[in-house]
Each structure stands twice: as C-alpha cells, then as structure tokens.
C-alpha cells in the first residue's frame, strides 16, 4: 500500500447510494456478435465523421468506414465484417431521441479482421502516433467521447505536463465497466498508460481510484509495479470521478473558469481510455467495443464487452431481459445519464453503461415545491456556485444574469437536484439556458453574417449603378445592360463565411 | 453667514470639478444608438417591418419614429431586448405569425427558368446563379426572408421549416404544472 | 419498447420540504415545555389558537391563489410561523391578538408576496411586528414565571378566560400576575441611574439572566442546536448571530461594566437564543451564500443589542431580522463564494 499521500478535497459532492454489486461479481462477458450493427458516424464531441463506404460494400472488421473530418473528431470503424446495406439517418442515443446519421452492416458472422500491425511507439514522431491513435477512433471512454488524439498534443498549450492522472474513480452509482476492466486487465490499461504517458512526458503519473474498489485498486498496483505510476485510493463521494474534481482531489490544482485541466499542467484520462490505446497500439485494433455496464432491473446484470452499434435491447436480452415494471431506460449513471426513448438504439463509444430502471432504482416522483432558498443545493455543489440563483435567472430567461452566475462553469454533475428538498429539476434548468445562450449566439452570429451580406449587396448595387451611370456618360445613347448580373461580382466585398464567426 | 456661503461655495466648486472629472473619466464610448438597435435585429432583411431592410428600421426606431414591436423573426425575444435597450414598454409582437418555426428557401431546381429575379431580390445575395442558368440557394446564408418567393415567375420557390437536428437540438424549460388543481380557470 | 424520458439526476435524496419544516417544530418542543412551565396555560393556548387561524388562513390563500392545497397545507410552513409568532406573544394575549398576528404574517407577509419561497420578510417576525405597534402595552404585559412573588399557577380554566374574555381571577391581585420582562426591568432601571450589579439583585433575575426565561432558552437551544445538527438550520447564521451579540456586548461591557450587562447575560436573555437558531434561520429570507450568511446573523446580533441598549423597546429581535431581511439581497449579491477555478492555486 501507498503511503497516505495527502489529497485536496473538493467543496461539497455527495455520498450517494452506490448499487455496484449488482454488476461487479461476475467477470466481463464477451458480447454475442449481432446480426445488424448500425454505427453511427457522429460518437464523439466535434465534428461528424465523413462517410467512407455505399450500401452495397464489403466491409472487413476493423475497417475505416468514417473518416475523421477537421482537427476535432474521430475515426469510426466497422465493428464486424460484412456488408453496408445503408448509410442513413437512424436512431441514435441522444436525450432528443433524434435520427442521426449511421452506416449499417449486416455481419456475415465470419469476424473477418483487416489487415492488423502493432506499432512500435517508440519509434513513431510523436504527431504520426497521434495520428494513429486518431485514426483507431480513440476517443474518451468516460462518457464525454473527445477524441483523445487532440488531448494527448500538448501543442503551445503548456511547455510541458507536470502530472497524467488515470481516472479509474468511476464515482456514478451503479455503473463498473471500469473496477472490472481494472480488476480483469490492468496490465493493457498500464501498457496504453506508458503510450500516453511516452506522448506527453509528464513529470509524474498518478491512477485515482475510489476507495470501494479495493480489487481494482490491488490489480492496478500490481500492474503498476516498476513504473512509477502512483495509484492513489479517494474517498468515495460523488462526483470525483470529474475530471476538473479529480484534478483537484489529487494535486490541489484548480482548473482555471472556462479553461482545461491543461492550463494547470494537469491532463486527465479514463482508464478505459488507456486500454483502447494498448488495444491500438499493441494490437493494431481500432476502437470498435467497449465495456457496458448493464445493470438495474435485469435479471442477470453485468458487465459485456459489446461491438459498438449493438442495439441496446439485445445487450439487456444477454443480460437476461428486463424485470417487470421497468420505467426508464438510463444511458450512463443515475446521476448524469440521460433517459433513452427506446432501446433500439445502437451501443457508441460515450455508452459506459445501460441501467434500467424501475420505481425500485428511481426516486419516487415528487411534486416541485418553490424554492425556499435553504442553500443545501449551495453545500452540495462541487463547482462552489450557487445553483438557487442560477435556477432563478433560468426560470426567469434572464440568460445574461445566468452568465454573471457562472452558468458555464456548471458540470450538470446533478448533485443539486439531488438534494433539493423542493425537487426542482435544477439540472435541466441550467442545460436549458446553456442551449438558450448557445442558440442565442448562433442567432447572432448568423444575423451579423447576413448584415454584412446585405452591407456587401448594397454596396455593390451602389457600385453598379455608378459604373451603368460612368458608362451611359461616356456613350451618350448608349444601352444599359438588361440584367445587373450579380453573380460575378457576388462575393466581392462579402464576407469570408469561415471567418464570420468572430462577432 | 460668511461662512457659510464660503463653505456652499467650495462644496459647489469640489462637486463640480468632481463631476468634471468623472464626465472625463468615464466617458462611455458607446455606439450610436442605431448600431446597438441594429445589432439586436435578426438581419433577415425581409422588411416585414414596413422599411427596405434591418438598418432603416433601426434608424426608423432610434428616431421614435417606429414602434418596436414589428419585427416579426426577431419574436418576443427581440422586442423584449429592444425595449430593454431603448427603456420602452415591452410590447406584443404586431404580427399573427408569431411561432413561426425558421424557415429557408428552396428552389425547385427542374422548374427553374434562370430568369434571376429571385437574384435580384435576395437581400443577402444568398442565390447562386446567372440569366438562363439554374438557380440554387446557399442555405447557410439564407435568412428566411421570403423576398424571393414573390418574385419567381414559375412559383419554384418554396419555405421550407429548418428540420431539427441532433446538433440543433435544445433542452427546454422544466414543464412543472404550477397549478393542476383548476387548470382551465387559470388560462380563462 | 418506450420509456418515460425525464432529466438526470434520475435518484434524489428523500428530503422534502415539509420534514424540514416539522423539523423546526419538533425542535421548538422542549423550549415550548419550559416556557409552560413558567408561564402556564397561556402558552400552549395561544399555540392552539395560532396554529387554527395559521391553517384556515393558509388553506383560503392557497385555494384563492389556485394551488393544490394537499402538496402544500403539506409543508407545514403555515404551522411553523403559527408558533414561531406564538411563542413570542405574552402568555395571556387577548386571542383575538394572536389572530391578527398570525392573520398579517399569513396573509400579508406571505401570501401577498407569492407564498413560500417569495416572502422577502419573516412572516412571523411581520405579524409581532404588527402587534408590537398595534397594541404596544398588551405586548409587554408578561405572566410572571412561576416560582416568583406568584402565589399559586392560573388554572387551566382561568387562563383560557383570560385569553377570550379578558377576565383576570379575582383571586389574585392585579400586580401580583402580571409584570415586567428581566429586559424591561434592566432598561427602566438603567435609565433610572441604577448599576447593573444593583439591578441584578432583583428577584426576576436569575442564575444567568431572567428567572424562568433562562430555561426556556436553554430549551430552545438543545432544539437548536439539534436543527443545526440535522442540517435543518445552517449553523452559520445562528453563530454569526450569537456572535454579533457576544462581540458588541464584550466590548461594552469591557468599558463600563456598571452600566452594560454582561455578554452573557446579553446572549441568554429575551429572544437572542431563540431568535438565532429558529427565527433568523428562516432561509426563505435569509441570505442563501455562505459568508453572507455569517454577516447576515452577525447583523441581526449587532441591531440587537443596539436595540435593546440604545433603542425604544426591550427587546429587538423581530426588528433586527426584518432590518436585516431588507439586507439580505445585497449581503448575497457581494458574497458570492469564487467559483470553483476562479481562486489562485
């Protein structure tokens, strides 16, 4: 055991029920291959990834089927070999419950593999591995999906990274993809760790890992042996496993306000991250499963290695089925996951677990109250704000005032809303005034974008009706042209669109 | 008495030279009234309002001579804010078309003549074309504005709504039945 | 299959807030015992009293301004002001009295003002406030505590006369019921040239401050500090309270220790415990930040004691909470905690 190292606790946070057992006992099974897999192209923050296959194509396993598109996205690959048979709009795991666009496959049930090559890291510049590790589609495995690739160039950004942390503290109720990737394959999470850790040189890499873990947290030393790599038990109060929290709970580093761990010398990974990366770079695999979660009202819950876009229903089937008087289906934890419309949605690289749930895993529908300011949301808050205020100036659309608040700096962690003895939806509150200033901003960008269009237009009419004017000067009964003929001079004084983003 | 009038004296002259310097001091170097209202307007250029486009309606507004409330795409949220802006009463929005969801022009490209009025209507020069050659619009830049569907002599000009998209898509409001009891009692 | 589509958290601790507010009245239990019994039948008569017209008077606001009445009769908070303004009412107050009190802070402070949750003003603290000025010789007319100059206890019969019809037992002489509180006493007295240690000999005062009063407070703090401990109160404004009281009477005790009584005479005297951990607590009208908190109480301590040592009245705890009630908007809006990130590492 460690030395007890000293940690920064962060302001408030909870102790929440923890419900892991239901899903930590029995290893992780290998997901049973799907007939369709349907994949969506758009598995990660940024850009959508670009379509490379046509129904019709042959597509081996491991294949790139989405090409990453800009500085800011990810690689998806196909997950089984077979054959495309669409790539269109389908259901997607998304709180809207809207289509996004998908390449579906039909498996031949042969598991065909492309053409593998482990790659000798060492040997690579840095910039051809990231390059590799953003063409495997790695992404963060924690839930949030950014591409890693981007997270793992430190470029300008800082000098150089003073800690790595692995973040294995997995702090949401119910959800143990990653004690039992811990517990199972420690020494892959160790040997990506080395990868990441080769790129961005850090002067010390620490693994914070909740104290109710204490197998993960035994395995993960083991692996750790002769490395360096410190592993650190937290105490178990949600949410540590955020990384700007877990950040501070290990070195006491406080992420700047609308900044990144970065900016403090800190970069932070989820340990599932860092076995996609051995996976990717010791065995030539792409990203194409994950470990799930599937837990709550099943009859057999556990942890499944599942091929991203398998439908969710048949992930529950494996696990048994669902008990009677299931309500909600939960992508993610009970704290910050979302409720799925339906289950025939595909499995994406953001899905760390399925909890399905009845009024026995729920809180009991409670009518909201008004808001008697007892400030227990204010004790709660791990982002120290104050989230009464927030909700007043949401609830009253005064966006601006929001703002003033720090509504950015609001991680949606739920721990508010957890304690609010009114049951205030808090939470949703705060993601809608975000989604409002958002949208409000897009609005304005796209009106000074059109303003400047419309300055450029009558500009060049001016300018037209002075050259028709010159002309008709110089040959007195002269013709005026019949049309203004706009499109070869269109563009000319108007704005580049790529740069109108700056207000 | 004298003093008095001396001390009233001073305090006036230190008020002043205060004053003075604050007037120097924090001097606001503010836009003309006209910028801050046309930034608040959507620039869709449509003219709904009654004027040829966004700026003659502001400076219609700064000039008292417009009411603010007939701009229709700028919706509720655009008088709220000018009325904000200008310390008037916040009015209803004067039109019907009040929840119209965003809409974009489509040209149907088989039916297109290549006549290019629609060219010459578009105030955000957002149709691609030339005389005889089909027309299209560029959808980032179209505003919704409607101007162009007048004019097209063979009516292949459609609105079409913004469908919603992953991307596009927000979280609302919290829906919270405030008063379940007598619902119909409280809207009449 | 479908399922329900609702926002995370999707668990909530099972904390409502009407087990908070029966906190505050299981609380106010052992402070109600000792003030009974000193003072006799008239306290939990006029409990009785302020409770019904609280609830009648909620349950018409509520169903005038269309609210479910079942979610939020529900709350209790009708019945937390009901006693918070009856406890602070003389033993043998006229009911009509209690009911104009609780009547204001219902109607007027609370429902007027959009209910629970939008009252700028302490309900209860509007109601005595009302009263105070309304009827200010009723208002100091107190029962003197058993175990005084007071031969024999009212009976229950007696008390309840007393309280509807105005009739004081023949049996007993007119002064001999009724008297000054111990706050009354060491303001007259003061004023009359007289030294705290000569003021102090009479017999109203007792161990720390006035006979009986000094019970109830002890009452009202093991409530109190339970509330705290339970995190029904934040502990933060009862201290700053407490501590507003302690540091400004410290230090005028230190300078003139024959003419100001002593800080801890200060604290466990009238309403100051009381006051701390359950009228001030109101978090409807506190300050919600922190720090604001602590300044929030440390203000209600400081109008205390200026009050009571400088001001018209006695006691000034239903003034200080109101004065600072005004305040607490502002305390908030420069007391906002730095956000997480916003500090210097």
Redesign the interface.
Known sequence: MNALKRLFPFHGGLKTVRHKAESNQSPIQPGILPARLTVPLRQHIGAMAKPRVQPGDRVLKGQMIGQPEGYISAAIHAPTSGVVTAVESRPVPHPSGLPDLCVVIDSDGEERWMDRQPVDYRALHPSELRNVLRNAGIVGLGGAAFPSAVKLNLGGQSEWLETLILNGAECEPWITCDDRLMRERAAGIVAGLRVMAHLLEPREVLIGIEADKPEAIAAMTDACAGTGYEVRPIPTRYPSGSGKQLVKLLTGKETPVEGLPVDVGVQCFNVATAYTVHRAIDHGEPLISRVVTVTGHVRQPGNIEALLGTPFAQLVEQCGGYRDGVERLIMGGPMMGFALHSDEVPLTKAANCILAASAAELAPEQSVMPCIRCGACVEACPADLLPQQLYWHARAREFDKARDYHLFSCIECGCCSYVCPSHIPLVQYYRYAKNEIWAQEKEKEKAELARRRHQARLERLEREKQEREAKLRQKAPGKAPLTPGPSPTRGEGSPDPASSSNP | MIAAMIALSALAGVSGLLLGFAAIRFKVEGDPIVEKIDAILPQTQCGQCGYPGCRPYAEAIAAGEAEINLCPPGGPNGVAALADLLGRDPKPLNAEHLDKPKMLAVIDEQNCIGCTLCLQACPVDAILGAAKQMHTIIARECTGCELCVAPCPVDCIHMVPVAETISTWKWTAPIIPIKPAIPAKAAA | ?????????????????G??MRRVLYAMLPGIAALTWFFGWGILINLTIATTVALLAETAMLAAR????A??LG?SSAIVTAWLLAVALPPLAPWWMTMIGVLSAIIVAKHLYG????NPFNPAMIGYVVLLISFPREMSTWLIPHGLDQPQAMTFLETARAIFNSELPARFAPDALTGATPLDVLRTRLGLGKTVTEIRNSPVFGIVSGHGWEWAALGFLLGGLWLVYT?AA?WRIPAGMLGGIAVISSTFYLINPQHYAPPWFHLWSGAAIFGAFFIATD??T?C???RG?LIYGAGIGILVYIIRGFGGYPDGVAFSVLLMNIAAPTI?LYT????????H?
């Open positions: 299959m479908r399922f329900k589509t609702v926002t995370s958290p999707h668990i909530l601790q099972d904390t409502r807030v087990q908070i269309g609210k479910p009445l979610l939020h709350d209910g629970l949750g939008y995190r934040d978090p409807v506190a919600a930040t922190p908190r908030d906002q905690p730095k956000v997480f990130g916003a500090r590492r």
